[in-house]
């Protein structure tokens, strides 16, 4: 009975540790991130009718129709803006709601636009189109449609990247959660998980996914304005040749199009101080001078 003393007190103490880490993590906000819907199709959303305040301080929404906005989707607002893109349209982690691109346009544009963002990290053209394609309402009620292109956008569509990156539901034990997302990669040298999610694939123009979305583009273009703004990083602003190569495509589109492009890289605002350590996603200052550069393209 005595040597059973001991063991019975560590796994107590171990009992204590853990509901004391579960504790602690939800209190600081660990617990308060999106889960994702996944199918065969899309592959990978923000699951719609959601909110929390990411280690309490990072506010996200996500409305009824999947949508980073604050209100429900509602079709008698106007004039309004169609916002679809990745990572950097979503904002991620990092980022108050305030501070994401969505929030920043319809501060420049002066309150006079209702901007809806689409978007979801790591997402392709492709599972844009996906998006559009089952929002066909959405899309018929736009008054402006902007659309955010990367390279390798065309390729095939962004695959779910997994549970932790994009969980599909709350796990049991948010310190085993934790500890698999955030602490094991580091110990064990592993690739850790972006505060912005995944990256959309790479490589060259899939005929396929490239015709349609000429398609999609040729007949978004004849009933709404639309805007395909192409984002560089930092690697395309230091290889300009093979940017203009990767970009070549869609101003071609444009020109056979009613559609109007916008290369960011062109902008003189837009440098390499507008972006964070990984070269790809913007910065804070980042995000208000892209706003800022799309508020032109509207106004």
């Known amino acids: ?17 853990f509901v004391s880490s579960e504790i602690y993590l939800r209190y600081a906000g660990f ?17 719609a009718n959601q909110h929390g305040s ?19 989707w509602n079709p008698a607002k106007h004039p309004n803006i169609l916002l679809v893109g990745n990572s950097i349209v979503l904002g991620g982690n990092p980022f108050n709601h ?6 920043l346009l319809e501060k420049d544009l002066g309150g006079r636009y209702t901007v809806w963002s689409a978007a979801a990290g790591g997402w392709s053209n492709v599972n844009e189109l996906t998006y559009l394609d089952r929002n066909a309402d ?54 850790s998980t972006s505060d912005f999610g995944a990256l959309p694939p790479t490589g060259q123009f899939d005929e396929t996914q490239l ?6 583009v040729d007949s978004l273009a004849r009933e709404h304005k639309l805007t395909i703004f192409f984002y560089p990083t930092v690697a395309d602003l230091r290889n300009r040749p093979k940017w203009l190569e990767s970009t070549a495509p869609l101003l071609e589109l444009c020109k056979t199009t009613l559609a109007k492009c916008l290369d960011i890289a062109q902008e003189p605002a837009w440098t390499e101080k507008a972006y964070r350590s990984d070269g790809i996603h913007p910065t804070l200052e980042g995000n208000k001078i892209l706003a800022s550069i799309l508020a032109k393209t509207v106004d």
């Open 98 to 103: 305030p501070d994401k691109i969505g929030p």
């Open 54 to 72: 990411f280690l309490n301080h990072s506010a996200w929404y996500f409305n009824n129709r999947h949508m980073g906005n604050i209100a429900d």
């Open 1 to 17: 009975m005595v040597r059973r003393h001991p063991v019975i007190f560590i796994l107590v103490l171990f009992f204590l540790l």
């Open 138 to 191: 959405v899309v018929r009620n736009a008054d402006e449609v902007i659309i955010e292109y990367m390279d390798g956008g065309l390729t095939a569509p962004s695959e779910w990247p997994g549970y932790y990156v994009f969980p599909d539901q709350k796990p049991w034990s948010l310190t085993l959660y934790t500890l698999r997302k955030y602490a094991l990669p580091r110990l064990l040298h592993m690739s």
């Open 211 to 216: 015709q349609r979305f000429k398609a999609r």
């Open 31 to 47: 617990a308060s991130y999106p889960v994702y819907d996944i199918d065969a199709q899309i592959k990978y959303i923000p699951a």
